[in-house]
């Protein structure tokens, strides 16, 4: 059994200060008593009555069933768990007074399990809402009353934002807000309470998202006065321009631009270069690494998943070895002896980019000279491994230094989002696509149609188009996962023999899905069944028709991700949304959003609003996880005034600045190093 202190802290609770920003979910009126009679069944009430029955019943599940009557009617307590002391204390004439939720029962109406109390004539009705708690297991909702009502006799909160921006706001003073929430009277809204309008709120919800502006402020100020290496000999980078097969787009040179300023500065660069799937962000990260190992440093590409990992590095390895930089490959599915020589090569320097999957945070990788760490796909990744890797320098030897670091994205995040997450950021976006490509048509079709369009697919593929059919998600098995394919592997390989289908699934061996991959990208395979492995980067510009089955059981990030895989080439596109019927009203939307639109960020923005920011980002994201209070939707115009008030306080006096971090952050800024 843990200590009560070991208990508290579980909940992050570590001091006075803690308590009382400890603050309740909901709360139970206890401030009324309901008369018996107008307790209707759904609500929840308290009511108040004599004992006139008590009786332990064993049919069905034992139960013990107290009868209490007030002037107005009766209603049954009824428990299924109870003490020998608990039925001596209902005794007949005893008053009672018990709080929870009415339910119609076979025999009249109950109370299952309520709280209660004997009350006396003396007793007391609170005159406040009573608070319900975020607890853990081993605290009672009791005991955390307890502690709170004891902190209060104790501790005062200071202020830690100057009053005077605080009243222009128009919020109230932290102290009487927490007094509000902790205690609110009887005759506040407990709507605005609940949906977290009320002011008290606002000013708790203020304070969070300020101390999020302040420090990831103070983190991207720290970061300005680390050194990094200057990076900034262009001429392998010239040489690869050179021999691309085609031009940049202007977004394209414009983000490399941003880029290239960064990498030259001396200071690390922080850089997300975000972009819709296709957009071209492969290219940019080449020539990154390209500025890096010209200037006699090393690059590193991590990517989260084999097959992207893979992918990248096929794309990269004719253009490095072009310009005579060095690149290698690895990842945990390599044998261990393949391993350790390119660990060798990469410690000795005669690596300069390593391009590879989580392998690349290893403790054993040491770098020599480290210059870039590119992450792919950054999101997939937590705040620690993105870390690991920038930490591959000073594990060089060169501590004083940092390595620039590239983040890579293609979920395009909303603007509250990204004022809040990216404080600490500077964002590069490619917002236009590369010249030629074609739109891609969505469909959807019901299951009912699937036999015509297994037709359409053999056309297609007779027609020399490549194909995806991409198979369901089944959440709670990823062994169903393979079944389905498996089982949709065999279907088109008999309807369309003897055209060749491909087979690629998260299970098979590295080696194996290498081969499948890369004969799908030659064309040999002209149909290729796919788990979701597919989802991130593959890149195969003749594939043009894709399907998605059992699409309604997908995200919308993850439908947007797939349908990127097509319209890369020049021939007209077509994604096919195969749905079962009948859909949930989510899932209807998601296939409607998905055929209304095609932009990245429209789509994201609509997912924000389906489903909360948390899950767009990842919960372990660094901005957001610093939030308790705070909902980045909801809350947006707080965020915006955060943003004000946080630049005011830092140009003015920092002491301000400390002590309202010390309350807000304390022990959590780790995260913010990210
Ligand atoms: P993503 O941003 O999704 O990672 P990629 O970097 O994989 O996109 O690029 C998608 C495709 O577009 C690749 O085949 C790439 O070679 C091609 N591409 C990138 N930039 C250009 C460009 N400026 N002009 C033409 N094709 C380009
Ligand atoms: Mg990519």
Redesign the pocket.
Known sequence: MDSPLARFAKLGIRCDADLLLHLPLRYEDETRICPIAQALPGQVAQVQGEVVRREIVNRGRRSLLVEIRDDSATLTLRFFHFYGSQLRQFEPGTRIRAIGEIRGGLFGRELLHPRYQVVHDDTAVPTTLTPVYPTAQGIGQAALRGAIRAAWKRTRLDETVPAALIADLGLPPLEQALRQLHEPPADVSLAALEEREHPAWQRVIFDELLAQQLSLRLARAARAGQRAPVLDDARQVNALRDR??????AA?ARCWREIATDLASGQPMNRLLQ???????????ALSAAMAVGSGWQAALMAPTEILAE?HFR?LEPWMQAIGVRIAWLSSSMKEGAKRTVRQAVAAGEVDLLVGTHALIEESVAFRRLGLAIV?EQHRFGVAQRLALRGKLAAGGQDAMQPHQLM?S?TPIPRTLAMTYYADLDVSI?DEL???RQPIATRLVSAGRRDELIDRVHEAARQGRQIYWVCPLIEESEALDLQTAQDTFAELSAALAPIEIGLAHGRLPAADKQAVMQRFADGGIRVLVATTVIEV?V?V?NASLMVVEHAERFGLAQLHQLR?RVG?GSAASVCVLLYHPPLSPPARERLKIMYETQDGFEIARRDLVLRGPGELLGARQSGVAMLRFADLQRDDGLVERARDVADRMLAGDPAWVERHLARWVAGRDEFLKA
Request: proline share 12%; no cysteine; net charge negative.
């Open positions: 691309l097969p085609f031009d940049l787009t394209q972009g819709d799937v296709g957009s071209g962000k492969t290219v940019v990260a992918q794309k792919d890579m293609a490619i590369p010249p030629g980067g890149d510009p990127g890369r």
